[in-house]
Structures are given as C-alpha cells and as structure tokens.
C-alpha cells in the first residue's frame, strides 16, 4: 500500500505529492486537524527554488528545518492555498 493511500490529503496536495515523489519522500504526516490542505513532508533532496517560485500561486511551502542525520533530511510544511 503506497502513502498516499492512507493519509488524508485534498486533491491539490496529492498531486503535487505525485510531482515530488522523484525527490524521494521519506516521511509524510498530516499537520494538525486539517482537512488534507496541510501536510509536513521531510524529502532527501530540498525542493528546487524554481519550483517553489512556480508553484507560489497555489501552494504555500515553508523550509522549516535540516535534518542533521546522515544523510542529510529537508523538513517541510505545505499547504494548499488555491489558485
């Protein structure tokens, strides 16, 4: 069974899960009570600014932290925010 099977997520948040499943996605969780618009996700290689900048419309992607561990993890909170 694959994550996005399990965890609650809106539409908006499990496709942009699809297009950073390439970044290798160790651990994905949900923030708080949300309704699936939240999510704090840690990957191995940090999200292209680029990206982040394309994506600034309908998404809301906060750098919260590195993770020191060998090797090193990128923390993040998304939210979906519309267009």
Do not use: T
């Amino acid at each position: 069974m694959k994550w996005f099977n399990i965890l609650k997520m809106s539409d908006d948040i499990a496709w942009l899960m699809d297009h950073l499943a390439d970044n290798v996605v160790i651990e994905l969780s949900q923030f708080g009570s949300s309704d699936g618009d939240i999510v704090n996700v840690i990957l191995k290689v940090p999200i292209n600014p680029d990206f982040i900048e394309w994506a600034k419309d309908k998404y809301k992607i906060d750098y919260l932290e590195k993770i020191s561990n060998l090797p090193p993890k990128h923390r993040y909170k998304i939210k979906a925010i519309g267009e």
